[in-house]
């Protein structure tokens, strides 16, 4: 498994931007497909994007595509959420996770590693 340690979390107005990282440690971090997730306070943790080991593959949830871009550099042990036209809706702790294998349909029990998430909060 790797540690993994979010950041770049905060408070912004709606329409605004905020790039999120995701440090990883362990040598074998570029071995694993990583996503990011979500929380909103009273709400299940729900899927945003995910991209595969070597950055081929990348996935999304609707709610975010053409606003959110996710990319990782594996020299850096690191991976980004890049997010553009923050809705208030977006807001969340955002958590960043690793998996092993990539599997069609998400589901947060196939990622075996969490970070402890970063706050984002979008204000209207």
């Known amino acids: 498994q790797v540690q993994l340690v979010e950041s770049g979390g905060g408070l912004v107005q709606a329409g605004g931007s905020l790039r999120l990282s995701c440090a990883a440690s362990g040598r074998t971090f570029s071995s694993y497909h990583t996503g990011w997730f979500r929380q909103a306070p009273g709400k299940e943790r729900e899927f945003v994007a995910r991209?595969?080991?070597?950055?081929?593959?990348?996935g999304y949830a609707d709610s975010v595509k053409g606003r959110f871009t996710i990319s990782r550099d594996n020299a850096k042990n690191t991976v980004y959420l890049q997010m553009n036209s923050l809705k208030p809706e977006d807001t969340a702790v955002y958590y960043c996770a690793a998996a092993a294998a990539w599997i069609t349909v998400v589901n947060p029990a196939d990622f075996g590693s969490w970070g402890q998430g970063t706050q984002v909060t979008v204000s209207s």
């Open positions: 991209i595969s080991w070597g950055g081929g593959r990348i």
